[in-house]
């Protein structure tokens, strides 16, 4: 069964910081973009980040740059999301999701162009 599974999540105080998880199951991540995206209640879900498939291309939602910082270890089949100078804006059910197409970066932070969405991780940032 292909699964991604994200872990990490929690509640941390406004500025603190947090370190998602993205792991894989059933399939490598080796060879699919790999985006994060967040839904806040009441709010479509919308792109965070996403990395390419060797790592070395990303891209960030403006309203995170230079606070998140996304990354993968395909040894482990696992991608992070680092998060830092957390805001109360940033709470969020957090998901992970796999590129549609294989081997083809497009630096898309559209949902539709993903697939093999996992469960989510609660983010909340709060006083």
């Known amino acids: 069964q292909l699964q991604l599974v994200e872990s990490g999540g929690g509640l941390v105080q406004p500025g603190g910081s947090l370190r998602l998880s993205c792991a894989a199951s059933?399939?490598?991540?080796?060879?699919?973009?790999i985006g994060w995206f967040r839904q806040a209640p009441g709010k479509e879900r919308e792109g965070v980040s996403c990395i390419s498939s060797s790592g070395r291309s990303t891209n960030y939602a403006d309203s995170v740059k230079g606070r998140f910082t996304v990354s993968r270890d395909n040894a482990k089949n696992t991608v992070y999301l680092q998060m830092n100078s957390l805001k109360p804006e940033d709470t969020a059910v957090y998901y992970c999701?796999?590129?549609?197409?294989?081997?083809?970066?497009?630096?898309?932070?559209?949902?539709?162009?993903?697939?093999?969405w996992g469960q989510g991780t609660q983010v909340t940032v709060s006083s």
């Open positions: 059933g399939f490598t991540l080796d060879y699919y973009t």
């Open positions: 999701a796999a590129s549609i197409r294989v081997n083809y970066y497009t630096a898309s932070l559209a949902p539709r162009d993903y697939k093999y």
